[in-house]
C-alpha cells in the first residue's frame, strides 16, 4: 500500500507539473464557460443545451487527460530507464503499476472535480435549477454532494442541480476504465500508438450498443436466409457476427455511463443501477490484472 | 559516520531478518556477497524480413546474445569493478541482478538470496547508467519519493535527505528541481538515491561516465567513502584508469564472457616491467653505450628520454650519469597497467 | 543590432507583409460567401442520422444541441422555405433521432415545415414521432392540434392530437379545454357541451380555497359557457338565414321565436346547471358523484319548444339573449349575444376614438363630422340597429342605442 501511495503520489506530480493538463483544463473550462453563453442563444431548451454542454466538456476533456497524459506516464518510465531505480527497490512491478494508474486516477479525479465545481457554480449562477434560486453557493454543493452520496445507494436524486454530480460521479467509473487501458496500453506500447488504441477502444466502447445491434441484424439476416434457403442457421452466419459479438463483448460498454445524461436533463431525476458501478469497477480490475500480467513479463530496454 | 565495517547494516527494514547475515557464511571468512553462476542471457528480437522481389514478408527471431555463463562471485566489503568495452555484457550482467531483464539461463544470488527477493531489494542500492530522473522534482523530493518506497518513516527520511545531501555535495540545491541539475550532480543525486537506504551493496553501472575530471573525482571520492563504511560495492566501467584506482578486484568481460577476473595485483604481474629514465648533461659515448640495451632513446631539447627494462641496467644508467656530471631528470618505474592487461586480454582472445 | 535581432525585424517584416493580404484577402472571400444565396443549403447538409449517431460517440446531447443551435439560426435567417421542406425535416430528424426526447425540436418543425414550409404530411409526421418518443408528453401534439386547427383549419385532426396530449396525466387544463371548442367547431355541440360541462363540474368539486380567485376554474366556466353560446347561435343562424331568403329582411331573434323556429331544438338548460353550480359553490352540495354527473349531463339537455335563456345569467337581463345583426363589417346577418354586441360597440368607439387622435395629428382642429376622418362608421348601423354620432364639441363617440356608454356598463363575458 504505502509503495503504491508513494508511486501515485509522484505519478500525481508529475502529471500535474506537466503543462499539457493546463492546457486541457483551460479549453473545458472555457467550453463549459460556453455552455452558459450558448444557453442564452437558443430559443428553447436552456437548461438542457446548458447541462448537455457542461456535462460533454466535463466528460470529453475528462478523457483527453486520460488518454494524453495517461499514455506517456509508463511510457516514460520506460523509455527515459527511470523504472531501473524502481524495479531495483523493494518494490513489486504490480505495485508500480497499481501507482500509476492510481496516480493517473488521482490526476483525473482532481482535474474533474475543478470542472465539476466549476460547471456547478456556473449552474447556480445562471439560476438554472429547481431548487430555491437563492440558496448559497455552499449549499447548493452541499446538498448536490449529499445527493450524489445518496444516488450511489440507489436513493434516486431530485433537481438540476443535484444531478449533476451522480452524473459526473458515474462519469468517474467511465474514465476509471479508460485510464486503465491507457494504462495497459502504455505498459507495453509506444505513447503514440497507446493514444490511438485508447481513444479506439473508447470510441468502441461507446459504440458497443450498435455493435451489438449490428450482430443482432446480421444474425436476422441469417436466420431468414438459413429458412429460405433450407440450410441451419449456422451455415448462414458470416465471420462477421462472430467479429461483432466477440468486439461486443470485449469492449466495455460505456454507453452504461452516459445514460443518466438523459435522466438529469430530462427526468429531473437520477437513479443510479447500482450493477453499472460494480460493472465498472470490475471490468477496470480486469483491465490492471491484465496490464500487470503483461507488465510482469516484460524486460525493461 | 561509522568507519567499521559493519556485516548487514541497521535493520530498520521490518523484513531483513538476522539468518541473511548467517546463512551465507561459506566458512572462507568472507561473505559472498554477489553471486552468479552460468548466468545467460539471449535477447531475441522479432524481426520483419521483407522480400520485395518475391513479395514474401515474414518474421523472424534475431538472436543475440549479450552474457554467456557467467560465474562471478563478489565478496563483502569490497570494491568489484566489471571492466570490459562497450556492448560487452556489463550493463546487462546489472539489469539482470537488479531484476530489470530476466536472464536466459543460470541463476543469481545476492546475500545468499535468490534475485527479486524484496528483503535484499531493501538492502542494495543501484544507480543506473546515464539515468534520468524525475526532472519536475526537487532535489529533496526526489530522495523522499525513494525513501517511501523503501518504506522509511517520514522523520528518518528526513534526516537521511540530509545527511545524504551534504554526503554528495548538493545541499545548496535541495530546493532545485532536477532539470535544473547539471549532468554531474544528477550523477551525484543519482548515487545519493541509491544510498538512502543505507545499503549494504551498492551496484554503479557506469558512475563516471559522461562527467568531468572534477566529477569522476567527486564519484570517485563517495565510491572510496562507501568501502571506508564497510559497503560493497559492484561498478561496471569501460574507463579502465578509474577503475584501477579504486578497485579492489575486477572482473573482464568482453562480448559477454568472462575473460577474466582477480585482484588488481594478481591480474597484473607486480613488478615494475620499464622504468622511463629522462636524464641531461650526458655525454655522447655513454649514450651510444646504453643505446643497445635500452628499447628506446630519444632526444628531446637536450633532454634524453630513455625507456629501459632491465633492473642493473637503469642501476647503471643513473650511476654513470651522477657520476659522468649529469642529471637524473626523472625516474618513472612503469608496471603493466591495467590498460595493457586489459588490451592483451581481449586481443589475444580475440585472436 | 546584432544578426539575431535582425533575423527577428526581418520575420516581422514577412509576417506582416503575408498577414495583410491574407487578411484581405479572407474578408474579400467572406463577403463573396454572404452573397451566396444557398449559404444555408449547402452548409446544412447532413448525411442520415444513423450515420451522425455512429459518429457522435454518445455525446449525441451535445451533438443535437450544437445542430439545434445552428438550425434555429439558419432558420431565423430565411432558410425555413417551402422548396427546402425535405431538407428540413431531414435536419429536424436528425436531431430527434440524437435527441427523442428534445421537445423544443418538434414544436419548431411543426412551425418549420408546417407554417414555413406548407407541408401538412410532413407536420403529421412530426407529431407521430414527437408523439411517440414522448408518449406522455402533451406538448408536441398540443402543438400539432394547434397547427391542424389554425393554419389548416383541420378540427378534426386537431381534436384528434388533444386526444393524445391528454395521455399527459400532467396536462394543464387548457389543453382539456380545446376538445369541446374542437367539438363545437366541428358541429360537434352535444359532445363539446357534455365534455366541458364534465369538465367545470369536476373541477368545481376539487375547487381550491377561494374558487372564485382560480383562473383556471374560471377558464374552465368560460369555456362551457363558449360552447352553450355557440350552440345556441348555431341554431339561431340557418333560421334567420332561411327567414333572409325568404322574405330579403333580416328578422329579430324574438320575430324568429315567436314564428315557432326553435321548437323541437335540443339546447341546455342553462338555469338548471346554475342552479347546481350555485348549489356546489354554497356548500349545498358537497361533490358530484361520476354517475350522477353523467345523469346530470343528459338530463341538462332538453328538448325547447322556444329559446332557452342565454348563458350568461350574471349580466343584466338588457345584455341577456341573442340579437341579429344585419349591417356587420364582417359578415351580414350574424347572431351574436347581446352581451358580445354591447361589447362590439365598445371596441367600434374606441376605434373611433383612436381614429380621432390619427385626425389631430395632421390637422388643427377637432374633425367636424364622422364623415371626416371615419366614413365606414358613418353609415354603419349598430348591432341593435342605432347609428353612431360624434360629438366635436366634447370630442366623444357615441351610438344612439347607447348614447352614454361607460366602461362599467360593459359585461365581462369571459
Known amino acids: 500500500m504505502r509503495e503504491i501511495y508513494a508511486i501515485a503520489t509522484n505519478t500525481f506530480k508529475e502529471a500535474i507539473r506537466n503543462r499539457i493538463l493546463y492546457f486541457i483544463l483551460i479549453f473545458a473550462l472555457a467550453l463549459i464557460l460556453l455552455s452558459g453563453v450558448l444557453s442564452e442563444l437558443t430559443i428553447a431548451g436552456r437548461t ?25 506516464l509508463v511510457y516514460n518510465e520506460l523509455e527515459k530507464k ?37 460547471f456547478l457554480w456556473l449552474v447556480h449562477y445562471y439560476g438554472v435549477m429547481d431548487e430555491k434560486v437563492d440558496a448559497g453557493f455552499l449549499t447548493v454543493l452541499t446538498t448536490s454532494a449529499g445527493r450524489a452520496v445518496a444516488s450511489f445507494f440507489w ?147 | 559516520m561509522i568507519d567499521t565495517p559493519r556485516p548487514y547494516g541497521m535493520l530498520w527494514v521490518k523484513s531483513a531478518g538476522p539468518d541473511l547475515a548467517v546463512d551465507h557464511h561459506d566458512g572462507t571468512g568472507f561473505m559472498k556477497v554477489i553471486e552468479t553462476e552460468k548466468l545467460s542471457k539471449v535477447y531475441v528480437r522479432d524481426v520483419i524480413d521483407t522480400e520485395y522481389g518475391r513479395l514474401r514478408i515474414r518474421f523472424r527471431n534475431r538472436r543475440t546474445v549479450a552474457l554467456k555463463d557467467l560465474d ?49 531489494k531493501s538492502r542494495i542500492g543501484f544507480l543506473p547508467e546515464n539515468p534520468y530522473f524525475y526532472d519536475y522534482l526537487k532535489g529533496w523530493e526526489f530522495l523522499d519519493f525513494y525513501g517511501q518506497l523503501y518504506g522509511i518513516p517520514r522523520a528518518r527520511r528526513r534526516a537521511k535527505i540530509e545527511e545524504l545531501l551534504a554526503q554528495v555535495g548538493l545541499s545548496h540545491a535541495a530546493n532545485i528541481p532536477l532539470r535544473g541539475y547539471s549532468k554531474g550532480m544528477n550523477q551525484r543525486i543519482g548515487l545519493a538515491q541509491a544510498l538512502m537506504n ?118 647503471r644508467i643513473i650511476q654513470q650519469t651522477v657520476a659522468g656530471a649529469g642529471r637524473v631528470v626523472a625516474l618513472t618505474p612503469r608496471r603493466q597497467s591495467l590498460e595493457d592487461y586489459f588490451i592483451h586480454e581481449v586481443q589475444g582472445k580475440a585472436q | 543590432m546584432n544578426a539575431r535581432k535582425w533575423t527577428i525585424l526581418i520575420a516581422a517584416v514577412v509576417f506582416l507583409a503575408a498577414a495583410v493580404p491574407v487578411w484581405r484577402l479572407q474578408d474579400e472571400q467572406i463577403y463573396q460567401f454572404q452573397q451566396r444565396h444557398e449559404l444555408y443549403r449547402d452548409t446544412l447538409y447532413l448525411p442520415s442520422s444513423e450515420y451522425v449517431k455512429a459518429v457522435s460517440l454518445g455525446y449525441d446531447h451535445f451533438v443535437a444541441d450544437y445542430l439545434w443551435l445552428r438550425m434555429i439560426q439558419s432558420f431565423a435567417a430565411g432558410w425555413s422555405r417551402p422548396e427546402n421542406a425535405d431538407q428540413m425535416m431531414n435536419y429536424l430528424k436528425v436531431i430527434t433521432d440524437l435527441d427523442p426526447n ?47 386547427y389554425w393554419q389548416r383549419d383541420d378540427a378534426r385532426q386537431a381534436k384528434f ?64 359557457m363558449r360552447v352553450v353560446d355557440e350552440w345556441i347561435r348555431s341554431v339561431i343562424e340557418p333560421q334567420a338565414q332561411a327567414w333572409h331568403e325568404r322574405t330579403g329582411e333580416w328578422p329579430t331573434v324574438e320575430q324568429l321565436d315567436e314564428a315557432g323556429a326553435f321548437a323541437g331544438n335540443e339546447l341546455p338548460d342553462y338555469a338548471m346547471i346554475n342552479a347546481v353550480i350555485h348549489a356546489i359553490m354554497d356548500g349545498t352540495v358537497n361533490s358530484v358523484a361520476p354517475d350522477e354527473l353523467e345523469a346530470l349531463t343528459r338530463n341538462s339537455i332538453r328538448t325547447w319548444d322556444r329559446l332557452p335563456p342565454s348563458p350568461y345569467a350574471y349580466v343584466p337581463p338588457y345584455h341577456q339573449g341573442y340579437l341579429i345583426w ?63 354620432t360624434w360629438d366635436p364639441v366634447q370630442g366623444r363617440a357615441a351610438t344612439t342605442t347607447f348614447p352614454d356608454l361607460k366602461p362599467e356598463d360593459i359585461p365581462h363575458l369571459y
Not at chain 1, 189 to 218: C, K, Y
Not at chain 1, 240 to 249: E, G, P
Not at chain 3, 193 to 213: C, D, I, S, V
Open chain 3, 326 to 388: 344585419p349591417d356587420s363589417p364582417l359578415e351580414s346577418g350574424i347572431v351574436i349575444s347581446r352581451a358580445e354586441a354591447v361589447n362590439q360597440i365598445w371596441h367600434m368607439l374606441n376605434f373611433i376614438h383612436e381614429g380621432v387622435r390619427t385626425y389631430r395629428e395632421q390637422n388643427p382642429s377637432m374633425p367636424e363630422r364622422l364623415e371626416d376622418f371615419m366614413p365606414q362608421f358613418a353609415e354603419m348601423k349598430d348591432p341593435f340597429g342605432g347609428s353612431f
Open chain 1, 155 to 301: 436513493w434516486p436524486a431530485y433537481g438540476y442541480a443535484a444531478n449533476i454530480m451522480p452524473v459526473v460521479a458515474l462519469m468517474l467509473v467511465e474514465l476509471s476504465i479508460v485510464t486503465g487501458f491507457a494504462v495497459l496500453f502504455s505498459s507495453f506500447s509506444t505513447p503514440t500508438l497507446s493514444m490511438m488504441f485508447t481513444v479506439m477502444v473508447f470510441i468502441a466502447g461507446r459504440l458497443n450498443e450498435d455493435i451489438v445491434r449490428f450482430s443482432v441484424q446480421l444474425h436476422d439476416k441469417a436466420l431468414v436466409a438459413a429458412q429460405t434457403m433450407g440450410t441451419t442457421l449456422e451455415e448462414q452466419l458470416s465471420l462477421s457476427y462472430y467479429l461483432a459479438r466477440v468486439a461486443a463483448y470485449v469492449t466495455p460498454n460505456l454507453g452504461v455511463f452516459t445514460r443518466s445524461v438523459n435522466q438529469a436533463v430530462y427526468e429531473n431525476q437520477i437513479q443510479i443501477w447500482p450493477w453499472s458501478i460494480l460493472y465498472g469497477l470490475l471490468y477496470t480490475t480486469a483491465i490492471l490484472a491484465l496490464a500487470i500480467m503483461i507488465f510482469q513479463r516484460r524486460n525493461f530496454k
Open chain 1, 82 to 118: 527511470s523504472i531501473y531505480t524502481i524495479v531495483s527497490k523493494p518494490i513489486g512491478r504490480w505495485q508500480f503499476l497499481l501507482g500509476k494508474y492510481f496516480g493517473l486516477l488521482l490526476t483525473v479525479v482532481v482535474n474533474i472535480a475543478v470542472m465539476s465545481l466549476f
Open chain 1, 48 to 72: 438542457k443545451i446548458m447541462l448537455d454542454f457542461g456535462f460533454t466538456a466535463i466528460n470529453f476533456f475528462g478523457v483527453a487527460i486520460a488518454v494524453f497524459v495517461g499514455v506517456s
Open chain 2, 198 to 315: 543505507d545499503p549494504d551493496v551498492v551496484f554503479l553501472d557506469e558512475p563516471q561516465s559522461g562527467l568531468d575530471p572534477l566529477g569522476r573525482k567527486e564519484v570517485r571520492d563517495i565510491i572510496l567513502s562507501l568501502r571506508r563504511q564497510g559497503k560493497t560495492v559492484f561498478f561496471s566501467s569501460h574507463i579502465l584508469s578509474d577503475a584501477e584506482m579504486i578497485c579492489d578486484r575486477v572482473g573482464i568481460v568482453h562480448k559477454g564472457m568472462l575473460r577474466s577476473v582477480g585482484r588488481l595485483g594478481e591480474l597484473l604481474s607486480g613488478t615494475v616491467a620499464e622504468w622511463e629514465i629522462v636524464v641531461r648533461g650526458v655525454g655522447a659515448e655513454l649514450l651510444e653505450s646504453w643505446r643497445p640495451h635500452l628499447a628506446s632513446l630519444i632526444q628531446s631539447d637536450g633532454d634524453y628520454w630513455a625507456i629501459s627494462r632491465d633492473q642493473a641496467l637503469t642501476d
Open chain 2, 72 to 120: 562471478l562471485s563478489v565478496e563483502q566489503g569490497e570494491i568489484f569493478g566489471l571492466l570490459g568495452p562497450n556492448g560487452a555484457g556489463k550493463t546487462t550482467t546489472i539489469k539482470i541482478l537488479m531484476g530489470i531483464h530476466y536472464a536466459t539461463s543460470g541463476s543469481a544470488r545476492i546475500m545468499g538470496r535468490p534475485l527479486g527477493d524484496r528483503q535484499v
Open chain 3, 102 to 148: 428534445f421537445e423544443e425540436v418538434y414544436s419548431f418543425a411543426i412551425m418549420a415545415v408546417g407554417e414555413k414550409g406548407d407541408r401538412y404530411d410532413l407536420v403529421k409526421e412530426v407529431v407521430e414521432t414527437g408523439y411517440m418518443n414522448n408518449p406522455s408528453q402533451h406538448r408536441t401534439p398540443y402543438e400539432g392540434a394547434y397547427h391542424a
Open chain 3, 161 to 224: 392530437y388533444i386526444r393524445l396530449a391528454l395521455h399527459d396525466h400532467q396536462v394543464p387544463d387548457f389543453v382539456k379545454r380545446w376538445i369541446p371548442y374542437f367539438d363545437a367547431q366541428d358541429g360537434r355541440y352535444r359532445a363539446a357541451y357534455e365534455f366541458a360541462l364534465r369538465n367545470y363540474l369536476t373541477m368545481l368539486a376539487q375547487r381550491p380555497e377561494r374558487a372564485e380567485e382560480d383562473v383556471n376554474l374560471l377558464n374552465t366556466r368560460n369555456n362551457l
